[in-house]
């Protein structure tokens, strides 16, 4: 089992750019979450999907976020137009869903938007 | 609204100096109290899954429990090895998404 995959793992823009972040998850796991991680935020959730459809938006900042996944083995955040305040380190995970499925964590996006 | 409160923010210990980490929590029925452990440019990683206040588990030098109010990770005789951040979560009853606190960044010096 090769655990959640993101990509990049390092990404650097400039405000005002359009910014796509990747993730792959577990195999047969049909639950996916994007989180975002800051120092003073801690670990917030933007949005997760059931099933490949987005059920919880609701931490998803601004219309500047969106959020696909398309298919059940990939899913997308997409930012646009990126600015300072979006710098952050971008989770994702997934699970096999229900009351106490862990959620299988990525290593992260870290994006730095100058 | 689901908050999850951990203390302390940083702790340093010696180690096999032994000491409990604090999660406390406020829910809307609780389904599941998550445990992981950071590493720096990591993910988190899954530790535990406690479910009812009384409910113990161990897993090496570390044992969670829980009450109806809030978790402990106790942490015996820790190694450098056991350096990291430790978050808490709350899953609440019916849904999947898991609410985390700030974490506890633990340090074990030789």
């Known amino acids: 089992d090769a655990g959640v995959i993101q990509s990049p793992r390092h990404e650097v823009t400039e405000m005002g750019q359009e910014v796509t972040l990747r993730c792959k998850p577990i195999?047969?796991?049909?639950?996916l979450f994007w989180y975002r991680q800051t120092m003073m935020r801690g670990l917030e959730l933007l949005i997760y999907f059931n099933n490949n459809v987005p059920i919880d938006d609701s931490g998803m900042p601004e219309d500047r976020f969106s959020a696909k996944m398309p298919n059940a083995s990939f899913s997308t955040l997409k930012i646009q137009p990126s600015e300072p305040r979006d710098s952050a380190v971008y989770f994702c995970?997934?699970?096999?869903?229900?009351?106490?499925?862990?959620?299988?964590f990525g290593n992260g996006t870290r994006l730095t938007v100058t | 609204e689901d908050q999850v409160t951990q203390s302390p923010e940083a702790l340093r210990l010696q180690e096999g100096e032994s000491s409990s980490l604090n999660c406390s929590y406020t829910v809307s029925g609780l389904r599941g109290l998550f445990w992981y452990r950071q590493d720096p440019g990591k993910g988190p990683e899954f530790l535990f899954t406690?479910?009812?206040a009384g409910e113990e588990k161990e897993k090496e030098r570390l044992k969670a429990t829980l009450t109806k109010k809030e978790s402990f990770l106790h942490i015996t005789a820790p190694k450098p090895e056991d350096s990291a951040t430790y978050l808490c979560a709350v899953q609440a009853r019916g849904y999947s998404t898991l609410t985390f606190g700030k974490g506890t960044m633990l340090l074990v010096s030789p």
């Open positions: 406690l479910y009812s």
């Open positions: 995970a997934s699970s096999l869903g229900g009351r106490g499925s862990p959620l299988h």
């Open positions: 195999s047969g796991h049909n639950s």
